[in-house]
């Protein structure tokens, strides 16, 4: 009776399960065939302002509203996004009723911002579900778990794979010349060590260039295991965690490595990449941090300067104190996030939830990725798309492989094996000749990536940090300068002087925000 009574029970719930499933299904309409009035989608697209790379007209942009647009009764738009200028050309857009209908964003913290503005509205799952089941298939878990704020459902969320090209190249000839390896540089300590070597030889200095916007410089100084509470306080890329041991020890690394003149004495005024870059050109400095891809000019531009350099990849462990563990900040589980405008009809959202279900098809991917097989590429014997570099035709890609299209639902190249997706990342970050330095980084993030550590996430609105934002970020390149360029024995005053300026500025209430909304509980460790 018992057993009858439980299959009994078993068979309800499944009855419920398909009940349910088709009144869900019965809620929307089925566009499959296309809408009955023209609809028109904006979605966005960063502007790098590649040479003779038409953004929002393109053979790609144009092929999207054949294969996609044209079958669904859809014009496709493509807005221009500043990729340096991001958050003031949403804002500008927003203001005067110009945004595109998906808002942006690679951080919490800045869409939590858009979120606290209003000008997005409440999603609903099942029917992202129904009308993107590949997208959903890819993200909605991720989604589930991250896209709530306030009981409210506002974001979605590309796929994240588990890479990164981020990474440090040094001058391995200068290493070489100092009587070092690579795998000598242990530690911190003894990478200083050959600094000075390199001074001594008058070889160069270390490039370094202005910490500014996007603060991941402290996480090398942590102690570990992590504290979850002070993590979830002091972990914020978009403002300096300028009061904790951790910035203490960098800011006293930097500040003594100014002053033995193993540092480059002119850091502050590189405040962007290609300046740090022009420096390491140059032959002045040996070291130099950027996301190393396939079609990089430094190792070319530098070796137009000095034809005999070589390059190696410095791992985190070289520039780590040696009580301490190579850390660095982890990314979140996902990529973009990614809000829908609050001006975008019931039809403009749906157009967009097939859009991002078209551009997750594998076969559509393949080509925002790789292009048009037999001329962008070839695929050998694995399945690997290999490039042609040679490809000059209407269908060649951006310079970043079409990502700022198809970051809308993956971050990184989309295949089907771990091993294929090794192999493209190689294919991707490796300049020609020097097929080794991409090795070394996925070697290296292999290495430590039990030290990689997403910052924690608020599930609340933080006033106080959007409120303090901009100020602090000003604040801070004043403070720490003056930090690393004060004489060793000033350091201990500069710094507790800064820490009190910078806490009285705004900090100690983002502080004060974060503990209160730790206690109540509102965050993701």
Not at 494 to 507: F, K, Q, V
Request: overall charge negative; proline content about 4%; aromatic content about 14%.
């Amino acid at each position: 009776m018992m057993k009858r009574s439980l299959v009994s029970l078993m068979l309800s719930l499944v009855l419920c399960v398909h009940l349910f499933a088709a009144g869900s299904a019965e809620a929307y309409t089925d566009h499959s065939a296309g809408f009955p009035e023209r609809v028109t989608i904006k979605i966005p697209v960063y502007d790098r302002a590649f040479d003779g790379w038409n953004v929002t007209d393109n053979y790609y942009t144009q092929w999207a509203q054949r294969e996609f647009g044209d079958k669904y009764n859809v014009d496709v738009s493509y807005v221009a996004i500043g990729r340096s200028t991001e958050v003031a050309d949403y804002q500008q857009m927003l203001a005067s009723h110009t945004a595109p209908h998906i808002i942006m964003h690679y951080d919490m913290p800045q869409a939590l911002a858009y979120y606290s503005e209003d000008v997005m509205q409440e999603l609903d799952w099942e029917e992202i579900a129904f009308y993107a089941p590949t997208f959903w298939k890819n993200s909605g878990v991720t989604t589930e778990d991250y896209g709530t704020v306030e009981g409210k459902k506002m974001f979605v969320f590309a796929e994240r794979p588990l890479a990164d090209n981020w990474t440090h190249i040094i001058r391995l000839d200068w290493v070489e010349a100092a009587g070092y390896a690579i795998e000598d540089l242990t530690s911190l300590e003894v990478y200083n060590e050959m600094l000075l070597k390199w001074k001594e030889l008058g070889l160069g200095v270390q490039g370094h260039r202005l910490q500014q916007n996007n603060f991941t410089y402290s996480y090398l100084y942590r102690d570990w295991p992590i504290d979850e509470v002070q993590h979830t306080l002091y972990s914020e890329l978009g403002v300096a965690d300028f009061t904790t041991e951790a910035t203490k020890g960098y800011l006293k690394n930097l500040n003594y490595q100014y002053n033995q003149g193993i540092l480059d004495q002119e850091f502050y005024l590189r405040d962007d990449e290609t300046k740090e870059k022009a420096e390491f050109v140059a032959g002045r400095t040996g070291l130099v941090s950027t996301y190393l891809t396939g079609n990089t000019d430094i190792i070319t531009s530098t070796l137009a300067n000095n034809p005999d350099a070589k390059f190696a990849i410095l791992p985190d462990r070289a520039r780590t104190p040696a009580d301490k563990y190579p850390q660095s900040r982890g990314y979140w589980p996902f990529g973009m996030i990614m809000g829908v405008n609050y001006e975008a009809s019931d039809m403009e959202r749906i157009a967009l939830w097939m859009y991002l279900d078209w551009l997750s098809q594998p076969e559509n991917l393949m080509k925002w990725q790789n292009g048009i097989e037999g001329e962008n590429y070839t695929l050998d014997d694995t399945g690997l798309a290999v490039k042609n570099p040679d490809y000059s035709g209407e269908a060649v890609l951006s310079a970043n492989s079409n990502k700022d299209y198809w970051c809308l639902v993956v971050e990184g190249m989309r295949y089907e094996s771990a091993e294929l997706f090794e192999k493209a990342n190689l294919q991707a970050w490796s300049p020609p000749g020097y097929e080794y330095l991409a090795e070394d980084i996925i070697k290296c993030y292999k290495e430590y990536l039990e030290y990689r550590v997403p910052d924690a996430m608020f599930t609340v609105v933080l006033e106080k940090l959007p409120e303090y934002k901009a100020d602090l970020n000003e604040l801070w390149k004043e403070l720490y300068v003056k930090c690393a360029i004060a004489s060793e024995g000033e350091f201990e005053a500069a710094y507790e002087a800064a820490c009190r300026t910078y806490l009285d500025a705004g900090y100690q209430a983002i502080l004060d925000e974060k503990q209160a909304a730790v206690e109540a509980g509102n965050y993701i460790p």
